[in-house]
């Protein structure tokens, strides 16, 4: 089923394609488009996409990554919200990859207004319009648990805070809310060049391999509500910062005891683990 070899989009064919759609590139939709064959591949390379997934793709645009992951995956569910984009994708599927294109399904809808996937996709491998990335990303982890693993492309510095590790100083609430779903990692960086139009901002590769989150009787709501107000001052110590949650300083001490957290410490120095503990403690000590 896998290995066909596509014929992918070059520069001249993604700017014809754009001049037949009298499109011009949209600075609110993050419409990048990719030009260069290497470097899709290289994303679908090191995603570990195989013949057994079924791949969500958000924001094919002219199908640049779309070609490449129709290549070696069993199906691809591809989410375009300009309907333009959406009708012209599986006519360039059939163009470049005539064999390939019952294996796509086209979604024209806003992935964050998205319900359900047909098929449920194993695996999530994008290059996400930059101004919605991280809100995209969280609502589709939540959205599908089966989604195992992906390969999301966003702007360099949103790739730092999504795979930073407690204590770095990109830290936070993205980097925290990711990790309650899988382990997160930085995989690479995108040169400018491969891009048309070229962007004025880095890009960066970030994989995620899902996995359970950390034991709780918290809900996840009450985990990301205590992350918001951890992170809202990050100057600020965990007992001032969670305070507006529980009312009065001394029940933030009591939870933060509980959750063996120290109260002069700062949201930037604790794991997922932790904040689900204190969403916990403060859960019991407020009730």
Wanted: aromatic fraction near 4%; avoid cysteine; glycine fraction near 6%.
């Amino acid at each position: 089923m896998s290995g066909t070899a596509v014929r992918l989009l070059g520069a001249a064919e993604i700017r014809r394609l754009a001049d037949e759609l009298d499109l011009r590139p949209s600075k609110q939709r993050g419409q990048n488009f990719v030009i260069d064959g290497n470097t899709v591949r290289r994303i679908v390379r090191d995603a570990g996409v195989g013949p057994d997934d079924v791949v969500l793709e958000v924001g094919p645009g002219l199908g640049s990554l779309t070609l490449a992951l129709l290549e070696v995956a069993r199906h691809v569910v591809a989410v375009e919200v300009d309907d333009r984009l959406a009708q012209l994708l599986a006519r360039t599927v059939g163009d470049h990859a005539p064999e390939l294109a019952e294996r796509l399904t086209v979604v024209e809808a806003d992935a964050m207004r998205l319900t359900a996937v047909d098929p449920a996709p194993t695996a999530l491998v994008a290059n996400l319009p930059y101004n919605v990335s991280v809100p995209v990303l969280l609502h589709l982890l939540a959205l599908l648990p089966e989604l195992e693993k992906g390969l999301v492309m966003v702007q360099a510095e949103v790739a730092d805070r999504l795979a930073a590790p407690p204590g770095s100083r990109t830290y936070g609430v993205p980097s925290v809310k990711a990790a309650w779903y899988a382990d997160v990692r930085r995989v690479g960086t995108v040169p400018r060049s491969v891009f048309w139009p070229v962007p004025n901002v880095d890009s960066g590769l970030v994989g995620w391999t899902r996995r359970d989150p950390p034991p709780t009787t918290a809900t996840r709501e009450q985990v990301f509500t205590v992350v918001d107000a951890a992170f809202a001052q990050r100057r600020k110590t965990l007992r001032a910062a969670l305070r507006p949650l529980a009312g009065d300083t001394a029940t933030v001490e009591a939870a933060l005891a509980a959750a063996g957290v120290d109260p002069t410490a700062r949201g930037e120095v604790l794991d997922v683990a932790a904040f689900a503990r204190i969403a916990e403690a403060l859960v019991v000590t407020a009730s």
